[in-house]
């Protein structure tokens, strides 16, 4: 199932439940598969047209008048375009916003550099007192979805659109703030956010070829971040990669390297090595940005070397 | 509860330069333009409880121009949501009541503005709030004309009028001057009034913004739109500074200026008519 089809569920599962809860477009009600919510929910849901901005402070608006809004674009519009309405109308005001950006990263594909958002995270993360989420597959945003609606505070869920392969269990359950231990190993610690995740997982018979035996933790909470898990597992395994569909500057890497930062363990990174997105289809992306299951390989080896 | 409006704005005033004086510089320009205004509507226009601040259904003011703070503080204070001796730690540290209006700080304070255009927005989201609660509140917002340059506003403009927020009224602080120079010689917005009607809104335009019965006749008549299926855009011609002559004086140069403990003490001899 598509990500962005299990979030309108999820969703109008919180607006059949709650009559606060509300959402706004700002004309991509359809790519962000809500669209169908108007009808359902109509004295719930807004499109204030392409107009991030006020789509935003609106948001601000109706959550201090006790409505609990999630506002939703591709993710360069829901995040660095506003960022000063995230950052003064939503999180300095302490509003309960959620804001969803669809697409991350390489996700944009087709639509190219303009719409290929690699900063998001690093644009939202110095931001006080705001949550960023980036769920992996299906049954992770299923589970986290009810979560992320109970908390009482700005979110950004960073969000793939499309289908994911899917990585956790039937039976899985999202605990917010809480890293998710997806294999254990004891010669590399990998911590991984969002779409690159089954990758980490593909990499680890070759890696257990070359003999390292690899930590695979799932970051889905980027701020605040899993201090206590990420350095438990530094300290044990004595290496760490990051990998993520962002830019290595500002995202993941940039999270672990401060909560490791009195550890001396060395840090490597899979990430985009601070360059602009560009058009083009997902493995050709990959292969340009450096973030397919060889690279993953070939970055852990240079990680353990450096022990 | 006093009713003399006159009476109110010389409080008022005097209250924002003992205020300003003791910290020694403020936004006093822009607080002594929007006066009139906050008497009328603390004190005759709207369905507010001091000793309730978060009364369900009140009617909500948002000061868009989150840097006029020390004027909506004063009007506060007189109107009684806290104690006037609370003035004098304006922008202090620790204080209640920061330069720009703070949704968390100060009781009465409704919605967090001072990144302009935002606080525009916010107060479309809360009359947005308002009539899916069918609580029969009336949201006020006052933008200012140098943040009118901001393409928030119009963005906030377009969806207020395309959904029908007719329970909410704007005004726009219409003194003709922003940091750098005249609204005019910068970026000008006029044709404000045309304008506003173009965007679909209500527009009543008041000749002198600084006349507290002209204010209140255009509130009043405003408030005749409620449930008309438009907004209203009330325009106040004000002037800068109104009510001190030497800072009127200064033009432009008195939007965020230093004004000592004596200056202030003149300048309330003069709003008393003392001077």
């Known amino acids: 199932m598509e990500m962005r089809a299990v979030y ?55 959550s201090s008048y006790g409505f609990k809004p999630w506002i939703e674009s591709f993710t360069p519009f829901a995040t660095r375009r506003i960022c000063d309405q995230i950052a003064i109308s939503i999180a300095y005001a302490r509003q309960n916003v959620k804001i969803v950006g669809t697409d991350p990263g390489i996700a944009a594909e087709l639509n190219g550099g303009t719409h290929m958002s690699l900063e998001d995270i690093g644009v939202l993360r110095s931001i006080p007192g705001l949550v960023i989420v980036e769920p992996v597959d299906e049954v992770q945003l299923r589970a986290a979805m ?20 899917v990585v956790f269990d039937e039976g899985y359950r999202f605990e917010l703030f809480k890293a998710d231990m997806l294999r254990e190993g004891k010669d590399l610690s990998i911590f991984v956010s969002g779409l690159l995740t089954r990758d980490c997982l593909d990499a680890v018979e070759a890696l257990q070829a070359a003999g390292i035996d690899a930590e695979i933790i799932n970051v889905h909470t980027i701020k605040p971040i899993d201090r206590e898990t990420l350095i438990a597992s530094a300290r044990k395994t004595g290496a760490v990669l990051t990998v993520e569909n962002h830019n290595v500057i500002g995202g993941l890497h940039s999270a672990v390297c401060e909560a490791l930062a009195q550890e001396k363990i060395p840090v490597c990174a899979v990430g985009v090595q601070d360059r602009f997105g560009e058009v083009g289809k997902m493995p050709y992306l990959r292969e340009v940005m450096g973030l397919r299951v060889e690279d993953i390989i070939a970055a852990a080896k240079e990680a353990v070397k450096l022990k | 509860m006093k009713s003399d409006l006159k009476e109110i704005c010389r409080d008022i005033r005097c209250d924002m330069m003992t205020c300003i004086g003791h910290l020694g510089v403020g936004h006093v320009g822009g607080c002594l333009s929007v006066t009139e205004l906050l008497a009328v509507l603390y004190f005759e226009a709207m369905n507010i409880d001091p000793k309730r601040p978060d009364m369900p259904g009140r009617d909500r003011f948002i000061c868009s121009k989150g840097h006029a703070g020390p004027a909506v503080y004063a009007a506060l204070a007189n109107r009684g949501y806290f104690d006037k001796k609370e003035l004098l730690t304006l922008n202090q540290g620790g204080t209640n009541l920061p330069s720009h209006c703070d949704m968390n700080r100060t009781p009465g304070v409704d919605v967090t503005a001072g990144s302009l255009g935002q606080g525009f927005s916010c107060a479309v989201g809360v009359a947005l709030g308002s009539k899916l609660s069918k609580d029969g509140a009336t949201v006020y917002a006052l933008v200012g004309d140098g943040e009118s340059q901001e393409g928030q506003i119009w963005e906030a403009a377009m969806f207020a009028a395309a959904k029908k927020l007719d329970n909410l009224i704007a005004f726009t602080d219409y003194n003709k001057m922003q940091i750098d120079d005249t609204v005019e010689n910068i970026v000008d917005i006029a044709p404000l009034a045309e304008k506003w009607a173009a965007f679909g809104w209500h527009v009543i335009d008041v000749e002198d913004g600084n006349d507290v019965e002209q204010v209140s006749a255009a509130v009043a008549h405003a408030k005749l739109g409620l449930g008309s299926g438009k907004p209203t855009m009330v325009i106040l011609n004000t002037v800068k500074g109104c009510g001190v002559k030497w800072i009127e004086d200064l033009g432009v140069a008195n939007h965020n200026t230093n004004v000592s403990e004596e200056q202030a003490k003149a300048a309330i001899a003069e709003i008393r008519g003392e001077a």
């Open chain 1, 8 to 62: 309108a569920e999820c969703l109008a599962e919180l607006m059949e439940q709650d009559k606060r809860v509300c959402l706004l477009d700002a004309d991509l009600a359809k790519a962000c598969g809500t669209r169908k919510l108007y009808d359902r929910f109509p004295g719930q849901c807004f499109d204030c047209g392409i107009a991030e901005q006020n789509m935003a402070s609106i948001g601000a608006g109706l």
């Open chain 1, 146 to 165: 009810p979560v992320l609606g109970a908390y009482e505070g700005p979110v950004y869920l960073r969000l793939f659109r499309k289908q994911t392969p």
